[in-house]
C-alpha cells in the first residue's frame, strides 16, 4: 500500500509528494541542469522512504525533466537551443489551440479573473522568481478555461521544462518584465469572441519569446 500525506489539508501519496517536490525544485532553479538527484537525499529531505521518490523520477523522467542513470540516482535534464525551440513552438501551438476554444467558453468572471492574474504580474514586476509564477498562472488559468484536461496537463509539462530558463532570463534581461500590452493585447482578443484571431494572437505571443530563450541556451 502506498504511503499517504497530507499536504494542504489534501491527501496525497508519497509518490505525488515526491514529485511535487522535486518538480517545484527543478521550476525554481534549485536543481539545475546537470545536477545529479540522489533518492535517499530527498527522501530524507521530505521525511519518506526512497521508493515515492524513485517512483517520482520514472514520472519526470517520462515527462523530460530527468534522465535517470542506473545506480547512479537522475540527472536534472537540459534543453539545447534545438529543444527550446521545439518546446516553445509546440507550447504555442496548443495554448494557441486552447486560447481559441476558450473565446467560446469565456465569461465575465473569468475575464475579471484574467485581469486580477494580469495586475499580480505587475505588483512584483521586480521581483523576477514571483513574477515568473504568476506569469505562469495566468496562462494557465486561460488555458484551463479551454476545459481540456489532457491539453492543460500537456501544457503544464511544456512550462516546468523552460521556467528555469524564463527565470535566469529575466535575472539578466534588459528589458521590463511587466509586459502588460501584450497580456492585455490576449484579453482584448479573447473579448473579440473571435476563436481564430485568439488562436493566433497567443500563439504568437508565445513565439516571441523563441529568440531570447534560445540565445541564453547556446551562450
Not at 473569468?110 to 522568481?129: G, I, R, T
Amino acid at each position: 500500500m502506498s504511503e499517504i500525506l497530507a499536504v494542504n489539508g489534501l491527501s496525497l501519496s508519497a509518490e505525488d509528494e515526491a514529485y511535487r517536490f522535486i518538480e517545484a525544485a527543478i521550476r525554481a532553479g534549485r536543481y539545475r541542469a546537470g545536477e545529479r538527484l540522489l533518492a535517499e537525499e530527498i527522501a530524507s529531505e521530505i521525511g519518506t522512504s526512497r521508493m515515492p521518490v524513485r517512483e517520482a523520477f520514472r514520472r519526470l523522467s517520462a515527462e523530460g525533466l530527468l534522465r535517470i542513470r542506473p545506480n547512479r540516482g537522475a540527472i536534472v535534464r537540459g534543453l539545447d537551443a534545438a529543444e527550446m525551440r521545439e518546446v516553445f513552438e509546440i507550447r504555442a501551438a496548443l495554448e494557441g489551440l486552447a486560447a481559441g476554444l476558450a473565446v467560446r467558453k469565456i465569461t465575465p468572471q473569468s475575464l475579471a479573473k484574467l485581469e486580477h492574474l494580469l495586475d499580480q504580474m505587475e505588483q512584483v514586476n521586480a521581483d523576477y522568481p514571483e513574477w515568473v509564477t504568476r506569469h505562469r498562472a495566468f496562462h494557465e488559468y486561460l488555458t484551463s478555461l479551454a476545459d481540456m484536461p489532457r491539453l492543460t496537463h500537456q501544457l503544464a509539462g511544456l512550462h516546468s521544462a523552460i521556467e528555469p530558463y524564463m527565470r535566469i532570463w529575466l535575472e539578466h534581461a534588459d528589458k521590463p518584465m511587466t509586459s502588460r500590452d501584450d497580456h492585455s493585447g490576449i484579453l482584448q482578443v479573447l473579448r473579440s469572441g473571435d476563436p481564430k484571431l485568439a488562436e493566433e494572437t497567443v500563439r504568437e505571443h508565445v513565439r516571441a519569446t523563441i529568440p531570447a530563450l534560445v540565445d541564453l541556451v547556446r551562450s
